[in-house]
């Protein structure tokens, strides 16, 4: 099965081509990343392009999509998944939703994982792993300090992703979710040919906005 | 015959348009498909850029959906794509250029990136055929007000004036907020308007003066005055007479926009004036304008207001006009530019 593989809920904007076979791990036969976290929409569907042209393949001999859905800031997931989203429909495959938390820990099997990214104004998106690769907690976002506080009740012995907070632990896996990675995660059900869950990001956050007070008036009372 | 899909995002309606162009030049509408976020944004009293952006996300792909179901065509009917790459909102535009550029990899058909401002003078040759050349095109809307120079829609468009301060449709979400209006504000004032004596109050003409800038426009010190005024009365214990304040508010932002825009034409010898942006669907700003253009010989057109908002088929026609004038498409990193000036028709 031919797959496309997308991923902006990083700084790196990811495209990968990918052979998943009825058995075993995915292959990857081209992918295109940058990191930039400025640049998700300016470069993701020319790398789609391009990574499409090193694979030696056409779009309309893709098979299915997989698109991370972050968690991740806000602009640069949605480049990403609109793209998946409207690759789909064009195309007429089904678009499988993968947490991107979910694509590095797949790259990282073995002892009870933290998976950690950069969500910015000091915070982290995180989620743990148990031994088997399930997630056990998160997706969430929260302050590093309060994270740290919660490694031992969460089992964690080693860590994935950002390396931004390493928590005294050993690093290990990818920085960004890869196309390896997203097939992986999306693999059972990509084989099982199942209908694709929502493509709804992860935000977990809600927008800046306030309702305004009372009127400020304007002339001196 | 030439099928051209346009995409809008740049604030907060998502539009998907489907016009075909046919061999002698003439436009077709085949479909115009909207979803506003508007009353998500209503209790904020303006458009909240993150909400806009999360409700283009989730109706892009359905809002493509209903337009190519209403036209009834499928996407490998399509020709071309153009998409609003500015002027807008960040976050918002990048939305429907990323859906955009995907469907035109997809569809492996050009792809060009379209100016938001244009593409409102572009809507009236939805309506009304083939704009001459030159003519002149007053823009207004909650988030512009310009006086445009238009020597041709596909290539040559040139600023004459524009708001130092505040876009006229957002004086009136602030006046309507001071009056205890809904968001947004433009229809409430309308309708409180053609109640009230528009000569009750007068309220400052901005910009008017003999030193002041002859084609700019300002409405903050408007909207201030109307404030002023309110509070005035407020203070007093008097009661605000809320159709008189909203009628006479109505007609300086009609004078001072027709005015300008009447004045600009007969200076630049322009025969022709188009009005289009959400603003434009205002009663009072329409019928000044007719009045003022006959008055002076010229010809007015107005779109209908469904073509006056923010819409994907302004996009897709503005889009036609570059596929017919033989514009090179844009490339496909083509991205976002909040700040595309009106000059740059396509990137």
Not at chain 2, 275 to 280: I, R
């Amino acid at each position: 099965m031919l797959v496309l593989a997308v991923d902006t809920s990083t700084p790196a904007v990811t495209a990968g081509v990918l052979d998943l076979p009825a058995d075993g791990p995915p292959t990857l036969l081209a992918e295109r990343v940058t990191v930039d976290a400025k640049a998700h929409g300016e470069l993701l569907t020319p790398h789609v392009r391009d990574a499409l042209a090193a694979a030696g393949k056409a779009l309309a001999e893709v098979d299915a999509v997989v698109c991370g859905t972050g968690p991740g800031p806000f602009t640069g997931l949605r480049a990403g998944m609109v793209t998946a989203a409207a690759l789909g429909h064009a195309l007429d495959r089904p678009v499988h939703p993968v947490c991107s938390l979910d694509a590095i820990a797949a790259e990282a099997p073995g002892d009870p994982l933290l998976v950690v990214t950069d969500a910015r104004r000091r915070e982290v998106y995180w989620a743990a792993y148990g031994p088997g690769g399930a997630r056990t907690a998160g997706p969430d976002v929260v302050a590093p300090a309060e994270l740290a506080g919660r490694l031992a009740e969460l089992g964690v012995t080693r860590v994935a992703g950002a390396r931004i907070f390493d928590f005294g632990l050993p690093v290990v896996g990818p920085e960004h979710p890869t196309p390896v990675g997203l097939v992986t995660a999306a693999a059972a059900v990509l084989r099982a040919g199942a209908e694709p869950g929502d493509l709804t990001p992860l935000y977990l956050r809600r927008p800046d906005a306030v309702e305004p007070g009372a009127r400020k008036r304007v002339s001196r009372a | 015959m030439t099928i051209v899909l346009g995409i809008e995002s740049s604030c907060d309606e998502t539009g998907v348009g489907l016009v075909r162009l046919d061999g002698d030049g003439r436009l077709e509408l085949l479909a115009d498909e909207v979803a506003s976020s508007v009353e998500q944004h209503a209790r904020f009293g303006g458009v909240v850029p993150e909400v806009a952006s999360r409700a283009h996300l989730e109706a892009m792909v359905p809002t493509m959906r209903r337009a190519f179901e209403v036209a009834g065509l499928k996407l490998s009917d399509v020709d071309a794509i153009a998409v609003t790459s500015g002027p807008g909102l960040a976050g918002a535009l990048l939305v429907g250029v990323s859906a955009a550029k995907a469907y035109a990899l997809s569809l492996g058909v050009p792809l060009y990136g379209a100016n938001h401002l244009a593409g409102h003078v572009a809507a009236d040759t939805l309506e009304h055929g083939p704009l001459p050349s030159p003519c002149l095109a007053l823009l207004v809307s909650g988030g512009h007000s310009q006086l445009l120079r238009v020597d041709d829609l596909a290539t040559r468009i040139t600023e004459i004036g524009s708001t130092i301060d505040d876009a006229a449709g957002e004086a009136y979400d602030k006046v309507a907020r001071v009056l205890g209006l809904p968001y947004p504000g433009g229809p409430p004032i309308d309708r409180a308007a053609r109640r009230g004596n528009p000569r009750a109050i007068a309220f400052p003409r901005g910009l008017t003066g003999p030193r002041d800038a002859e084609y700019d426009f300002s409405f903050s010190g408007l909207k201030t005055a109307v404030a002023r005024w309110v509070e005035a009365r407020e203070r007093d214990g008097e009661e605000v007479p809320l159709d008189d304040v909203a009628a006479s508010f109505q007609e300086a932002v009609a004078d001072v926009l027709t005015a300008k825009a009447v004045r600009a034409a007969e200076r630049f010898d322009i025969g022709t004036m188009v009005v289009s942006g959400g603003v434009a669907a205002n009663s009072r700003i329409k019928a000044l304008a007719a009045e003022r253009c006959a008055a002076a010989g010229i010809t007015l057109r107005v779109p209908k207001p469904r073509l006056c908002t923010d819409n994907g088929a302004m996009v897709a026609a503005l889009g036609a006009h570059l596929v017919a004038a033989g514009v090179e498409p844009s490339s496909l990193d083509l991205s976002a530019t909040p700040g595309l000036p009106v000059s740059t028709v396509s990137v």
